[in-house]
């Protein structure tokens, strides 16, 4: 069965901090990665996306890491804003015929306290 | 374009009311979704369409009938719904048959709450 485990589950820092969130999946066959934020009661927003042979990615302070041979992947976030309090989750994506199989993480919930 | 809309924002129903979601891309996707996410959870796959069919369906009650009019619309009816029903719907779309870079873009969902 696919999965995909992320830690911690929640996390508070400081606010000019940084953090790293880590995401670990068994799924298969692997088409990509991807970290998305996500809003209280709002839809997931991409952050970065990465295939099977990019070992890094950034988005501005988010920089995403993976290692396919581990099957594990982190989101390192660079000097906090309080507006990065969401939930950050990681999503594996399997292609099959019924177009790409999501597998979700359960979330980080991070919260930049000032 | 890299919107996908959905309709309405938030909608409070009873449970002998028949009501609608709607969700509507203009990406050219071949693929749309339905999630259903409860507090503090990950979103549950419901249901998959691909190519305006549906390809799975993941043991989700009758009470909820999804149907995909064509290859940019995306409905979920609901009927007779229960309180534990109550959640965000989130409705996501992607290529389809896309490979390595294919990403899938989520509405801003629907939060339903059943009374």
């Known amino acids: 069965k696919n999965q995909v485990e992320q830690s911690p589950q929640s996390l508070i820092i400081l606010e000019g901090k940084n953090c790293t969130l880590q995401c670990n999946y068994t799924v298969s066959p692997f088409s990509n990665l991807r970290w998305y934020k996500q809003d209280t009661g709002r839809g997931p927003v991409s952050l970065t996306i990465m295939t099977f042979s990019e070992n890094t990615k950034s988005n501005g302070r988010y920089t995403a890491t993976l290692d396919a041979d581990t099957k594990q992947s982190s989101l390192h976030i660079t000097a906090s804003q309080l507006s990065d309090s969401a939930s950050y989750i990681c999503v594996v994506s399997a292609d099959n015929n019924a177009g790409n199989m999501l597998t979700f993480g359960g979330g980080t919930r991070l919260m930049v306290k000032p | 374009d890299t919107e996908v809309t959905q309709t309405p924002k938030h909608l409070v129903m009873g449970m002998t009311n028949k009501k609608s979601l709607k969700c509507e891309q203009h990406?050219?996707?071949?693929?749309m979704y339905w999630y259903k996410q409860k507090a503090k959870k990950p979103p549950e796959l419901m249901f998959v369409?691909?190519?305006?069919?549906?390809?799975i369906n993941e043991s989700v009650p009758s009470r909820f009938s999804p149907e995909c009019p064509n290859s940019s619309l995306l409905n979920l009816h609901l009927h007779a719904l229960q309180p534990e029903d109550s959640a965000l719907y989130l409705c996501a779309s992607s290529q389809g048959k896309g490979g390595g870079r294919t990403e899938a873009f989520f509405g801003q969902g629907t939060r339903l709450t059943v009374v």
């Open positions: 369409y691909s190519y305006e069919k549906l390809s």
């Open positions: 990406m050219g996707h071949r693929a």
